[in-house]
C-alpha cells in the first residue's frame, strides 16, 4: 500500500507542477508554448479547437512512440486528462496573477521552465508511463543517443516552427520556452542522477499488477 500511495503522490504533484507551468507561461502574457501553437495552428485548419487539436496530437504521438517501442501506462493517459483538469481549476481559482509588462512576464517564463522541468522529472520518474509529448523525447534520446537538451530543443522548435507555419502566433515567451526547457530538464535530471535512457517505464497492463500487488501487501 505504501509503495502506491508514493508513486501517485510523485505523479500527481508532478501533474500539478507541470499545470502550474502552464498557467505561468500563460499569464505571462509572452506568447503560447511551442506545443500550444501548434495546437492553435492545427486547430485553425482543422477546425478543431486547440483541445480537440491537443488531445488528436497527443494520440498521434502515442502511436508513434508506441511503435517506436515505448509503451504507454497509466501516467500516460493520466496525464492526457488530470494537467487539463488542473489547468483550468488554477485558472478558476485566479491564484496565478496575470501580467502585462515585459520583466515580470519574462520572470513568469522562466518560472514556468523551471516549475515544468521539476514536474516532468516527478512524473516520469514515477515510471507508470511518460506523457505523449515527453514519451517522443524518450523515446528519440534512447534511439538517437543524443543528450537530452539538443533532443528537446528539436522537438520544442520543431512543434513551434510548424505550429507558426500553420497560423500559430508566437511570443518571445515561446522562445525562451523553447530554447530553455530542455536544458532546465536535463539540469534536473543530472541533480537527481536520473538517466531517461535507462528509464523502465510500465505498461498499462504493469501499471494495474502493480496497483493489484501494492493494495495487497
Not at 146 to 151: Q, T
Not at 161 to 177: E, Q
Not at 202 to 213: A, D, I, T, V
Request: glycine residues 12%; aromatic residues 6%.
Amino acid at each position: 500500500m505504501k509503495n502506491i500511495v508514493l508513486v501517485f503522490s510523485r505523479m500527481g504533484l508532478g501533474f500539478l507542477l507541470c499545470a502550474f507551468g502552464t498557467v505561468l507561461a500563460l499569464n505571462s502574457n509572452l506568447g503560447l508554448s511551442p506545443w500550444d501553437v501548434f495546437h492553435q495552428g492545427l486547430a485553425r485548419v482543422s477546425g478543431m479547437t486547440i483541445g480537440q487539436a491537443s488531445i488528436v496530437t497527443g494520440i498521434v504521438i502515442v502511436a508513434i512512440t508506441a511503435l517506436s517501442g515505448l509503451e504507454f501506462g497509466l501516467g500516460t493517459l493520466l496525464n492526457m486528462t488530470v494537467i487539463g483538469f488542473i489547468v483550468d481549476l488554477i485558472i478558476d481559482l485566479r491564484i496565478v496573477p496575470v501580467v502585462h509588462t515585459l520583466v515580470p512576464g519574462i520572470l513568469m517564463v522562466l518560472g514556468s521552465i523551471v516549475t515544468t522541468a521539476l514536474g516532468c522529472f516527478l512524473y516520469i520518474g514515477s515510471d507508470m508511463g511518460c506523457g505523449p509529448r515527453d514519451g517522443m523525447m524518450v523515446a528519440l534520446v534512447r534511439r538517437t543517443g543524443k543528450p537530452l537538451s539538443l533532443v528537446r530543443l528539436s522537438i520544442e522548435s520543431g512543434a513551434m516552427i510548424v505550429g507558426w507555419l500553420l497560423g500559430g502566433k508566437v511570443g518571445v515567451g515561446t522562445l525562451i520556452t523553447a530554447l530553455g526547457i530542455g536544458y532546465c530538464l536535463q539540469l534536473v535530471c543530472r541533480a537527481f542522477r536520473f538517466n531517461v535512457k535507462t528509464l523502465a517505464q510500465k505498461n498499462l497492463r504493469q501499471c494495474f499488477l502493480f496497483m493489484k500487488e501494492s493494495l495487497k501487501a
